[in-house]
């Protein structure tokens, strides 16, 4: 009895476990205890999928994000602060070097609270700019909340997937619109193929400071329109992630299901009810690898079947025709290259399917590839129970020996990045490998002038050997110099 209540204990603490592909630990920095009260719908549903939630204030001295030189924690959440930082336990350096050590961040900002010197300067280690004026906000004088900011136009409403590519997964649509009160505008810069933007402001947006009372302001403004982000997202090599949320009003409970009406909006006083609380699951979902986790389950190359007439696929020195993940090839011959891939669901992994017009692809390089080409799915899989799909390639390889990588990398905005290299040698052909010279039709012009020449010089001996030789000539005198005649 005791032994099936442990497994039964285990198998609750799997699955709790599982809602998040690399932990459940995750610290909340808070300043203001009270403060928590405004975030309990968000609290609750981290809680509900499996978070184990540690608050702690920016002032505390025993606060530390390493354990033993690694993280101790696999999330942090960032709120605002009045303050101008985190306190010397969270310094950008130390934030980076937590990022460095695979764990995942989400920043929320707030422009009544202004930024923090620490903060702008730690998001400039991610090459994302803020306002120099530390109470800079985003208005909009025509995608703004009527109810709320019928003046001041700073409650932005906006569709969470306007900014969606074809070719990019969106895990961030959610019907209806979003509220961002007293948003901080970001400029992301355009060199860093890390950062991404989840949702830009309109072109008719700009930045403000309402406390400065001169236009001057209004003249040299930050940043306008689409150059502005209110929600970035920045993944490092090593798929941590960070993530930028310009508005911490967004997760608030009064937001949550706020009514709110966009100017010259048919619906009435009533509105309609915000989308924040289901963009607020699907931000933290993503910063904390619930979505948008790829696994490489096997990797599988070999000798392929090669129906070439001629041609016998064999490496003959190492490897047989049956055997998998061989170390050496030989040159010209037909390789089998599959690849299983997961995606994370949140709850569980499923088979990985890219974006419509996105492909994984597979080089075969040495120096520089010699072969790219896009890997297909494959229906057959050697274990359908894995959840994984299956992609496959058949090619020749190249008529050059070497140090060769079988080599797959795919690198997409939201998903984590998977690499994935194998090194084999190819060889040359072995001296009983390459095909006879009489089945090489190409050679029968030299074949034929060896054996003509072989022929005449048989028939020039015969000749001489078979030939009579002439009779000796007489009546020939040979007389010396002064001699009688």
């Given amino acids: 009895m005791r032994l099936r209540l442990f497994g039964l204990v285990l198998g609750l603490l799997g699955f709790v476990s599982a809602l998040s592909a690399q932990g459940q630990n995750l610290l909340v920095v808070i300043e203001d205890e009270s403060d928590k009260t405004k975030y309990s719908q968000f609290w609750s549903d981290l809680q509900d999928r499996g978070f184990q939630l540690s608050y702690r204030s920016p002032k505390d001295t025993t606060l530390s994000l390493f354990l033993h030189g690694e993280p101790a924690y696999s999330h942090l959440l960032l709120l ?16 980076v070097d937590f990022v460095n050590g695979g764990s995942n961040v989400l920043l929320a900002l ?53 900014t969606s590519k074809k070719d990019i997964k969106n895990f961030f649509s959610v019907d209806g619109l979003v509220a961002f009160p007293h948003a901080v505008g970001q400029v992301l810069g355009n060199a860093s193929p890390l950062l991404a ?43 941590a992630r960070f993530t930028v949320l310009g508005s911490s009003a967004a997760l608030e409970d009064k937001w949550f299901d706020a009514s709110v009406s966009l100017p010259g909006s048919t619906s009435g006083k009533s509105g309609q009810k915000t989308a924040n609380k289901a963009f607020a699951h699907a931000l933290s979902a993503w910063t904390f690898k619930e979505l948008g986790v790829l696994r490489v ?18 490496t003959a020195v190492i490897a047989a025709p049956g055997d998998v993940n061989p170390e050496i090839y030989r040159i010209k011959n037909r390789v089998h290259y599959a690849v299983a891939l997961s995606e994370y669901s949140g709850t569980h992994w499923i088979p990985f399917t890219p974006p419509a017009g996105d492909a994984v692809q597979l080089e075969f390089s040495m120096l520089s590839p010699f072969h790219r080409l896009n890997l297909t799915p494959s229906p057959d ?34 998903y984590t990045n998977v690499e994935e290299k194998r090194t084999v040698s190819v060889r040359h052909f072995a001296h009983d490998e390459w095909p006879r010279s009489f089945v090489i039709s190409a050679a029968f012009p030299w074949i034929g002038g060896i054996w003509v020449t072989v022929l005449g010089w048989l028939g020039f001996v015969g000749l001489w050997v078979y030939s009579k030789p002439g009779g000796a000539r007489r009546g020939l005198k040979v007389g010396g110099v002064g001699g009688k005649k």
């Fill in 80 to 95: 605002p602060t009045k303050s101008k930082g985190f306190g010397p336990n969270l310094t950008p350096n130390l934030i």
């Fill in 381 to 414: 899989t050697a274990n359908p129970q894995d959840n994984a799909t299956l992609y496959t390639a058949e090619f020749v390889l190249p008529d050059q020996h070497g140090i060769f990588n079988f080599f797959l990398e795919y690198r997409r905005p939201f």
């Fill in 297 to 314: 389950n096997s990797v599988t190359h070999r000798l392929a079947e090669d129906t070439r007439a001629g041609i016998t696929n064999s």
């Fill in 197 to 239: 933007s989840v949702i830009k402001a309109p072109a008719t947006a700009y930045t403000y400071n309402p406390k400065e009372d001169s236009t001057e302001g209004l003249e040299d403004v930050f940043a306008t329109g689409a150059q502005l982000t209110l929600v970035s997202a920045f993944q490092a090599r090593n798929s």
């Fill in 110 to 162: 707030s422009a009544e609270q202004g930024i923090p010197s620490a903060v702008s300067s730690l998001l400039l280690e991610l090459d994302i700019s803020l306002p120099p004026d530390r109470n800079s906000l985003v208005v909009d004088h025509f995608n703004y909340d009527t109810q709320s900011a019928g003046e001041k136009h700073d409650v932005l409403l906006l569709p969470s997937s306007a």
